[in-house]
Structure formats: C-alpha cells, structure tokens
C-alpha cells in the first residue's frame, strides 16, 4: 500500500466538515463535544473541573478527545480568563526524596482543581531562587510554593510585586510573605537533642548542611546540650546536596577526630543510612559504640539493621496543605488571619539510639 495513502486513510475525520483532518487542523473543543454528545461548556468542565462530573460523561469527553487528538490552547484559555491554571513551586533539588513527597501532596491536590505544576530547582544557590521567581512571574503563574523561606536578595519584593498568592514550607518564617505551612526546624533539632540525651548520650555531634533548615536544626541541637549542661556539640558542615556517601565519609571522620563521641545528628535520613553502613563495615555497633539519628523519617530509616531513630515530619500534607491554601485564595477567598499552619514533628526511637 501507498505510505501516503495509508497515512490520509488513518488521518482523523473532522465531525464538522466531514472531511480529513491534517495536521495543520487541530481539533477544536466544539467538535470534541459533537463527538461526545455534550455542550462545550461540558468539555471545558471536563478540562478544569472533572470533578463535577459524571463518570460516565467524563469517560465520554476523554475518549472524544483521544480519538480527535484534541490539544487544550492553554494560551486562549489563561487570556479569556486571566488565569494560566498553573502553580510555579521552586525546590532546592529535585533528587531529594525529602522535597519529592512535599511535590507528590502538592500535585494531588492541585490536580483535584485542574491546576498544573511548574518545577524550578535552585541547587541550594539564592542567585537561582531569584531567576525563577521572575521567570515564574513572568509567565504569569498563578500562585508560587516555595521548599524554605525567600531569602535571596530582592525575592521577597519580587514576590509581592507578583501579585499571587505565595505559600512558604517547610519551615515557620516569622513574618511570611503571604502562608506558610510547615514545622519549626530549630524545635525539631531541639527534640532529636533531648532525645539523644534523655538516653544517657553525652558527647553530641551534628552532620549536615550549610542550608538554613539544616542550620536551624543544628542550633536546637546546640539548645538541647545546654540546657543539658554539656558541651558545644562536634560540627561536620556537608556539601548541598549531600549523598548518602557523604554520610559514610562523615561518620569516619568525626569518630576519628573525637573517638569520645557517642551519638551523631545527621540532618537527614540518607546520611544517617551512610554512616550506619559504614559503622557496620567497619565493625562500630550501633548504638553501643555509637548512637545515630536522622531526620524525615524517610522509608530507607524502619528498614535498616539496627532501624534508625529519626525526626518524622508530614512532608506530604505539607504539600497538601499548601495547595488547598492557594486554591482557597484562588476561588475568591480573603486573605487568612491566620497565615502560619503549623503541621509539627514527632520523634520516633527505633533501635539506632
């Protein structure tokens, strides 16, 4: 068979002319409901709120719009509305599991209300925090969810300048731009401390980033040990991101800096998981000779040998809780008294400590 003809024979059929479709012809959303027996205005619900539908007429739009190869002109649609239905959220890195889960509830909720995700990572570096906040507000986005709080230089006014609803995680500013949802990272590393020393360890070391959160959680570690009365905890700064080799690297080199310590603080779970395969590679038991503790309770932390002790936060309902608090804002309601929703941590003693 001729490949041309086999191509015009397979070509869709347009339902309003009844001629071949090319491929300079898309499908318009009049002849997606023709095809499926609806309105338009069913269509378009279909697109933004499926939710409000039936199932069986929602199954009915979708298949018109796979058989047509129908493509939504999102251009058209943010122009008549004033609305691009996207949500811009910038991460420090998207490799880290402890900002996927965040992105994961985010997504959810969003998708309910036919919203779209736009992703920007930093790289841990404020420059980049500040080109994506223009970039983001230069494609009109309507909202912004930030993994932190807006630190770089000049982002905070970008910010407000933007005129959209902005959500800070992951941490409680004390003057947030717009919301924030999160937990205290300062009191978090503050229980993790009292944790560790309620069981009789006392010589304290800290393994993490030079973030702000990783920071934070270093100076509650700090509070912990003196309100103790013990000394100034053993600092192990990290490169961002940090892998879980950079745990193992770091639990070799503080034992043998200080072979007095007995309980390390790594700022995140994957670390802990590096340094406990290390101590098993070498020989060091854990807790005995030396008690670990992570943070985010990670899945990696219930199924190591011995099972690490962590931090456990709700990364996923953070991210829930940030998108039901724009799309609040983006239906029309007023700006909420009160902008903080503290979601908290809990410590969790498995057999590492």
């Avoid at 058989?67 to 880290?96: D, E, H, K, Q, W």
């Avoid at 239906?331 to 400590?353: E, K, Y």
């Amino acid at each position: 068979m001729n490949r041309r003809a086999d191509r015009r024979e397979n070509a869709p059929i347009s339902h309003r002319t009844g001629r071949r479709r090319t491929a300079a012809a898309p499908a318009r959303m009049e002849e997606v409901a023709r095809a499926a027996g609806v309105s338009p205005v069913t269509v378009s619900r279909a697109l933004n709120h499926p939710q409000q539908l039936a199932p069986e007429t929602l199954a009915a739009v979708r298949s018109a719009i796979d058989r047509l190869r129908y493509v939504r002109n999102l251009t058209a649609g943010s122009l008549a509305s004033n609305r691009s239905r996207i949500v811009g959220a910038i991460v420090p890195t998207l490799a880290s599991s402890l900002f996927s889960d965040t992105l994961n509830g985010l997504s959810e909720a969003l998708h309910d209300q036919g919203y779209q995700l736009l992703l920007g990572q930093t790289g841990y570096q404020a420059s980049e925090e500040a080109a994506l906040v223009r970039a983001f507000a230069g494609r009109r986005v309507d909202g912004i969810v930030l993994a932190g709080m807006a630190r770089a230089r000049g982002v905070r006014a970008a910010l407000r300048r933007a005129a959209v609803p902005v959500v800070e995680t992951w941490d409680l500013p004390a003057r947030p731009i717009d919301m924030a949802v999160g937990f205290s990272n300062r009191d978090a590393g503050r229980a993790a401390g009292w944790h560790l020393v309620d069981r009789g360890y006392k010589r304290l070391a800290f393994a993490g980033g030079s973030d702000d959160r990783s920071q934070a959680r270093l100076l509650g570690l700090i509070d912990a040990a003196a309100q103790r009365g013990l000394s100034a905890p053993l600092v192990w700064h990290l490169p961002n991101p940090s892998t879980i080799a950079d745990g193992a690297a770091a639990i070799t080199r503080l034992l043998t800096d200080e072979p007095e310590l007995d309980a390390v603080f790594f700022s995140n779970d994957m670390l802990a998981a590096g340094a406990a395969a290390e101590c098993a590679r070498r020989g060091w038991a854990v807790p005995s000779r030396v008690a670990l503790m992570g943070f985010a309770d990670l899945p990696i932390a219930a199924v190591f040998e011995p099972a690490l002790s962590t931090v456990q936060v709700r990364a996923r309902e953070i991210g829930r809780c940030a998108g039901d608090l724009l799309l609040r804002r983006l239906a029309g309601a007023a700006r909420p008294a009160a902008r903080i929703v503290d979601l908290g941590f809990s410590v969790v003693h498995r057999g590492s400590t």
